[in-house]
Structure formats: C-alpha cells, structure tokens
C-alpha cells in the first residue's frame, strides 16, 4: 500500500514537472493551458472585424458552442519572444488595466525583426475584441509575423476564438506558474471523460441527423466502388483522407508524392472534380464555380443561394446569413467525409491567393487562404475531361500583378518590397503608378480608368486634381467590392503628391477611394510588372475632312488631357465604336471620346437616351 502510494505520487510528480517545463521552454502548449482559456482548434481567416466576431459567436468546436472573441490581454496571452507585447510586457494596451485608447499606443508596443512570435505557431494578423476607446470604428488587433499590437479599423483579418475552461480548468498557483489539474489527470480519467463527451455528442448528432435526412430529398448517388488504389466513382479513383490539415501548396505536393494502392499519378483535383463528391442537389447542380466552364470568380460565379446547401442570403448582401449546420455524420459526402473542408486545385480568378474547396461539414464551395492550414486533402487519379485554362485576371493592359503583401508597410518600404520581389520567376517587380493602380477598380465608375477623379500619373498635385469623384463610392453593396482582384484594404502607389512630397497617393478599395496618405502610414502592397500594350495610334486624329462630310453631330462621352487615359478608357466602350478627336482649346490640348455619326440634333437625340444608360454624363455635340 505504501509502495502503490509512493509510486502515485512520483507519477504525479513527474506531470507537474513536466507542464511546468513545457511552459518555461515556451514550447508548443495545448489548447487550454493558457492562463484558463481555452482556444478554439479552428481559426477563422480572412474576416472584417465585424465578421470574427459573428465567427466566434457561432462556432461549434470541440463540443462548446460558447466561444468568443478574445479581448486583447487574452491574444496578448499567444504572444512569445516579444518583451514589448508578450504579457506583462511593457506595451501599455490592455482592457484589464483600462488602456486601450489609442493615445497610449508607444513603440513598446511596436513588432521587431525575428521568427515565432506565436505559442501557437500562428501567423499573420488576428482580431481582438478591444475596441480602441478613442476611435469606435477601430480594434486592437496583434500581428504575429512580427509581434505587434496595433489599431486595426478595416481589411481583413483572423479570429481565433476562445472560451473560459472553468469546468476542467480548476488553476492552481505555484510560484510563477499557474498549474491545470487536467495535466496531472491519469490516462484512464482523461479516456473515459473523453469517451463520455463523445458518446454524447455522437448521440445528439444521430437524432439531428434522423430529423434532417427527413427533409432531405432523395438523391441518385453514382456508384461507389471500392478498387485496389482507392475509391472509385465514376471515372475517377480517389485516394484515402489525409490525416492532417495543411496549406495549399503543401496539399499540391502530398497529392504529387503520394504513393498509394500501388500508384503514383495522383494529383489535387479540380474543384468540378472534388463537385462530383457533393450529395446535395442545390450546390451540385447549381453552384457556378468551375474551372471547366471557366467561372472562378468569387464574385460572378459564387453565390449563397446556389453554393450552400442551407444558406439563406441577406437582403443587401451576397454573403450568407446563414450557412446552416454543420453535421459530422458525412451526409454531404459519397465518401462519408464529416465536418472537414477539402482542398481543390482551383484557384479564385481576382483573388490569387485563395483557392476553392468544398466544405463537407456544411455541404458548400468557397474559397479559402492558400497560405492558411485547415483544409484536408482526397487526391484524385484518373479520366480528367475537364478543360482547363490559365487564369488570369481581364485586363486592358499587359501588367502582371503580384500576390499582395501579407503585412502592411510605409511608403519606402513598399517600394523595396517590390524592388526585392521574387515571384513567379519574375524579379523585374515594381510599385504600380496610380494610372496602374487605378486599372485594378471597378465597379465605381469615379474611380475606375477613366473616370472623372483627376488624379493620374498626368496630374499628380493634391491641390489640382484632387477633385469630389476621388472619394470613390459608398459601402459596398449586393456583394460588389471594388477591386478586380478582390482587395479591400489600402494599396500604395509609387506616385508621390506634387505638392505635398511627404505622401503617396494611394487607393483604398473598399470604397474605391482614391486618396493622399503619408509615406509613414501603413498600407498594404500589390507589384506590378510590365507595361500598356501598343497604343492604337490610328484611332487619334479623325481626319477632319471625313468627319464633316459623315456627321453632323455626334454624342460626347467624356474628354480628358492625357491621351493615354483617353485609349484606355476607348477600350472601355469599343462596342460603342468610339473616335478619339483631339482638339486644342485656349492653348490645351483636349482628347475627345465621341460616338455616333448623326445627320441631325434631332436623331442625336433619339440615340441619347441609351448611350446615357450606359455614360450619364454623354452629350450632344456638334462636329
């Protein structure tokens, strides 16, 4: 009995030792172990503020549905390596202490050089729920690339949701550290609460599932075939789950190197491919997303009513307000895959750095962060008939434009981001000019080339072209952003202000907002390289002789004095058949778009009316 006794204790010695060793060496901790919280095993990316925080608030993780976003002392809690902004650091921002207006930000509160800053191994930045109490419109927010805490108020972001774990996390105090009891639990206790949660949680799931599949219809489900290197359906075979989540590239290469059943000729698939494994009508029949049909765009092809097997569209937005349940019983699979989200090869048309996949759990497409974790992989072998084509982003010019940059940065910095770029093979990156930057808006007629904001590589003067239009459009509505490329932050340009050279224009395209900023201000970077393609000199200078005898009257779009604005902005309307007349008026040489050809001002007039549909400001000039 004394023997068993002693033993005990030494064992439970040994695990207090052990956690207390962890959390000293700073090594990788488990999810609850900090300081009582417990973190969620998902994190959501990508996400307005607003949207974290609905995340955390619906999230259903490990058997909790009482997540939340955490506050900015509780992220400050992940935060290692940084003196500054780890806890008990010297960065003043904290809820606890009732510092969190922006005026109590220092450079203590700054990122440094180094690598992993995160007790989780995360990077990039991630929302808190601290509002700055000087600013409402802002949040505190902490970049994990480099340690900072900083204001955050729009672009995107990560949530990584956390819980109080009162309940299995009764905190001892030893010294310096706080204890868990659940560390010094025995295997068997831990097994058979676990077992129990689990039993219960399978039992809950069972009866939703037998009231869901009541009113689900009855679908035809192509033949499942078990053969000697994997599942086949159809004319493809299909590989075994992975494991593990991963990132996108290393989901490429797991499916390139897999060996298995005998083969090697596995590959990620497409997403018509990992489509075929979809049990579910709505989404399998309807959803848009293709790459064999060449329909990649979040924009165009995806939407909430077609792409979600449950998803209920709000009034004024593409985005879902709700995105249904989430079931682990594989009812959305042929291959019985449970609440995992799959990787295809598929990448989004404006948005380079997303690729589709296919979310079991919740029967839906969407696209997701090829740099972050969380996607399982099925490869693919086999009969491939989907045609598939380059993606590249329609644009007027020949640029070639780089993934944006994961961080923001000043001015100067931006510029030998670009300098220094390696992508793609390429080297030969620089920061785009704002007549380039200015290709990538749409949607806001303003803004876009050849819009009426003044400011274009031709008139760089705060004073002089900065007019009302610059300030862009409203909020974006029905789903419709600003970027062609799926940008909402600010993106710097190389164009510095005339007359104020200690600023930059820049656009900010969540509004499509043309603005001056300071080059010690943060933004965020999309390279560019090449250059416009031949300029079409033969539409300029419409012989005048001609233009007489054809037309007596013609319908004005727009003039501007930048004759390179004036091509592209034809290119715009080519269906319209547009002359480009250039005229010198009081010494300045104008460029005029002009359509029609008319005998009289009344039958100008009747072809009004349409071409205004299209150009509000056209009107009717004589030749």
Request: with cysteine; hydrophobic share 30%; aromatic share 8%.
């Amino acid at each position: 009995m004394k023997k068993s006794l002693i033993s005990t204790l030494f064992v439970l010695a040994a695990a207090l030792i052990f956690v207390a060793c962890g959390e000293k060496n700073n090594e990788s901790a488990s999810n609850n172990d900090f300081m009582g919280l417990e973190w969620s095993n998902q994190i959501g990316e990508d996400m307005l503020r607003k949207g974290a925080e609905n995340y955390c608030k619906k999230l259903k993780d490990g058997g909790h549905n009482d997540w939340r976003l955490p506050n900015i002392d509780e992220l400050r809690t992940l935060i290692k390596n940084h003196p500054g902004t780890q806890t008990g650091g010297t960065c003043k921002i904290s809820k606890k202490a009732g510092k969190l207006s922006g005026e109590e930000w220092t450079t203590d509160c700054n990122g440094k050089d180094g690598i992993n800053f995160s007790k989780l191994g995360a990077t990039g930045i991630f929302w808190s729920s601290s509002v700055v109490s000087n600013d409402s419109t802002s949040n505190w927010a902490v970049n994990f690339d480099n340690g900072t805490i900083y204001s955050k108020d729009e672009g995107i972001g990560s949530a990584h949701c956390v819980r109080d774990a009162k309940e299995n996390l009764q905190s001892t105090k030893a010294g310096d550290l706080l204890w868990s009891e659940t560390a010094i639990k025995t295997k068997s206790e831990v097994d058979a609460q676990t077992a129990k949660t689990d039993v219960a949680q399978a039992k809950a799931e069972t009866e939703e599932a037998k009231t869901e599949a009541k009113k689900q219809p009855t679908q035809p489900i192509t033949a499942v075939q078990k053969s000697s290197g994997g599942t086949r359906i159809g004319n493809l075979e299909w590989s075994d789950r992975s494991s593990n989540e991963m990132t996108w590239s290393i989901a490429k290469g797991y499916c390139a190197k897999l060996n298995e059943g005998g083969h090697s000729d596995w590959r990620l698939p497409n997403i018509d491919e990992l489509r075929t494994l979809l049990i579910t009508d709505r989404v399998s029949s309807r959803c848009k997303v293709s790459e064999r049909n060449n329909c990649l765009s979040l924009q165009d092809c995806w939407s909430c009513s077609s792409c979600v097997a449950k998803g209920v569209r709000y009034s004024d937005s593409r985005k879902c307000k709700d995105w249904g349940t989430y079931y682990a019983d594989g009812r959305y699979s042929k291959l019985g895959d449970g609440n995992v989200w799959l990787w295809s090869s598929s990448i989004l048309s404006f948005n380079n750095d997303h690729a589709w996949g296919v979310n079991f759990g919740g029967g839906f497409v969407y696209g997701y962060y090829m740099a972050g974790g969380g996607g399982n992989v099925r490869c693919v072998r086999g009969e491939n008939n989907q045609t598939t084509s380059q993606k590249t982003v329609p644009q007027r010019t020949t640029f070639e434009w780089s993934k944006r940059s994961r961080t923001d940065m000043k001015w100067s910095q931006a510029v030998n981001y670009c300098k220094n770029l390696n992508e793609n093979g390429y080297s030969d990156w620089r920061l785009p000019t704002i007549s380039e930057l200015r290709t990538l808006i749409e949607h806001c007629p303003e803004t876009q080339t050849g819009g009426k904001c003044s400011v274009t590589d031709n008139c760089l003067s705060y004073k002089d072209c900065r007019n009302t239009p610059c300030k862009g459009c409203d909020y974006p509505l029905n789903g419709q952003y600003y970027s062609r490329l799926g940008d909402t932050e600010r993106l710097w340009s190389s164009s510095v202000i005339s007359d104020r050279p200690d600023k930059a224009w820049n656009v900010h395209f969540y509004f499509g907002y043309v603005d001056d900023i300071s080059k010690g201000y943060d933004d965020y970077v999309r390279c560019v390289r090449g250059q416009n393609p031949p300029k079409p000199e033969e539409n300029i200078k419409e012989s005048a002789k001609q233009t007489k005898t054809k037309c007596k009257f013609s319908i004005q779009l727009s003039a501007t004095q930048s004759k390179d604005e004036a091509i592209e902005e034809a290119e715009q309307y080519k269906p319209m058949k547009i002359r480009i007349i250039e005229a010198v008026v009081n010494g300045t040489t104008w460029y005029r778009l002009r359509t029609g050809c008319f005998a009289s001002r009344e039958e100008a007039n009747e072809a009004l009316p349409e071409i205004k549909d299209i150009v509000e400001d056209a009107m009717i000039m004589p030749e």
